[in-house]
């Protein structure tokens, strides 16, 4: 569940992500899982319009993801966003999987994934719209 929408600040300088959602979170590795808790998160994303699509790979934003009720004591994620000579993210670290929300943000409010459809984060796009569609 969402609690605000997204909150998009374009400048010329940078777009900026700044929501916080209610969901099911856990702690996952190569030994498995945690249980999922509901926690409302914090999810922050910023982007430099002068750095996607330059002409070279480069860092054009970062993020971060952390549980409200602890200040990211308890879950934390964080980490870099590059971009493609055609400005689509080409690559990002920190965490093991980038949240769909960043996803979703990156290409609806700064077309920044790319429409080619075996492109891995459109194909994860594809399924969660293809989830709600089935839900409704």
């Known amino acids: 569940m969402k609690i605000n929408e997204y909150e998009i600040h374009a400048g010329d300088d940078?777009?900026?992500l700044d929501i916080e959602e209610e969901r099911g979170v856990?702690?996952?590795g190569s030994w498995g899982a945690s249980e999922r808790v509901p926690r409302v998160m914090?999810?922050?994303?910023?982007?430099?319009?002068d750095k996607i699509g330059s002409s070279e790979y480069k860092r054009g934003g970062w993020f971060?993801?952390?549980?409200t009720n602890t200040?990211?004591?308890?879950?934390?994620?964080?980490g870099?966003?590059?971009?493609?000579?055609?400005?689509h993210l080409c690559d990002y670290d920190g965490v093991g999987s980038l949240d769909l929300a960043i996803i979703e943000w990156l290409d609806e409010q700064c077309g920044a994934i790319s429409p080619d459809k075996n492109d891995y984060h459109r194909e994860r796009l594809n399924k969660r719209k293809a989830?709600?569609?089935?839900?409704e």
């Open 131 to 135: 989830r709600k569609e089935a839900s």
């Open 26 to 28: 856990c702690w996952e």
């Open 42 to 49: 914090r999810i922050t994303a910023t982007c430099y319009p």
């Open 14 to 16: 940078e777009w900026n």
């Open 71 to 78: 200040a990211g004591e308890e879950f934390y994620g964080s």
């Open 80 to 87: 870099g966003l590059w971009f493609d000579a055609y400005g």
């Open 64 to 67: 971060e993801i952390y549980d």
